[in-house]
Nanobody, 113 residues
Framework: QVQLVESGGGLVQPGGSLRLSCAAS????????MGWYRQAPGKQRELVAT???????TYVDSVKGRFTISRDNAKNTMYLQMNTLKPEDTAVYYC???????WGQGTQVTVSS
């Protein structure tokens, strides 16, 4: 049974940081590209960052220089380090496996003073 479990979300003040994790099980994690998406209330789901099986990364312009995606294949885990958070980063963040197309359940990130 495939599972992607996100964690690390929460409430943070503007300018703060959070690190999200996505723990995968039931799949050959190391061979797949992975991504983080987010969905804010009333908006479409947006691709935030991707990482290939080899570690190459891409980012949406709005998070470049603030977010860092990474993976640890030995731990079957992907991460999203989010720094200098802004209120517009508030959303539910989902991890995604490219190829088989698996989604996690999402973790809420709220940036507010």
């Amino acid at each position: 049974q495939v599972q992607l479990v996100e964690s690390g979300g929460g409430l943070v003040q503007p300018g703060g940081s959070l690190r999200l994790s996505c723990a995968a099980s039931g799949i050959r994690f190391s061979i797949y590209g992975m991504g983080w998406y987010r969905q804010a209330p009333g908006k479409q789901r947006e691709l935030v960052a991707t990482i290939t099986s080899g570690g190459r990364t891409t980012y949406v312009d709005s998070v470049k220089g603030r977010f860092t995606i990474s993976r640890d294949n030995a731990k079957n885990t992907m991460y999203l380090q989010m720094n200098t958070l802004k209120p517009e980063d508030t959303a539910v963040y989902y991890c995604y496996t490219f190829g088989p197309g698996y989604w996690g359940q999402g973790t809420q990130v709220t940036v507010s003073s």
